[in-house]
């Protein structure tokens, strides 16, 4: 079984940083890529980051491009996501995710089929 759990959300100040992470239990964790989303009030998901592999190969979103870095633990089964330089623009909740199959083909959210509750995370300009 698949499960997903988000913490490290909160309240930051315009400029500060914060750090994601992700617990993730289920078989095979280095086999998987695995993401975050984020979805702000009143839009849709969208991608993040997302981290596959052996570890060596990440992918972002352009508008996280050089503040945010997506990393992992495979011996603690972790995904991580630290966030630097926040803006009010990146206040959303952050949702950590699991790929449907072994080989991931694009970034589209069908791709990934096991997600987490997701944790707020408030920018204050």
């Known amino acids: 079984q698949v499960r997903l759990v988000e913490s490290g959300g909160g309240l930051v100040q315009a400029g500060g940083s914060l750090r994601l992470a992700c617990d993730a239990s289920g078989p095979s964790f280095s086999i998987w890529t695995w993401a975050w989303f984020r979805q702000a009030p009143g839009k849709e998901r969208v991608f993040v980051a997302a981290i596959g592999g052996n570890g060596e190969h990440t992918s972002y979103a352009d508008s996280v491009k050089g503040r945010f870095t997506i990393s992992r633990d495979i011996a603690k089964r972790m995904v991580y996501l630290q966030m630097n330089n926040l803006s009010a623009e990146d206040t959303a909740d952050y949702f950590c995710?699991?790929?449907?199959?072994?080989?991931?083909?694009?970034?589209?959210?069908?791709?990934?089929?096991?997600w987490g509750q997701g944790t707020q995370v408030l920018v204050s300009s």
């Open positions: 995710a699991r790929s449907r199959y072994t080989t991931v083909t694009s970034m589209r959210i069908n791709e990934f089929a096991y």
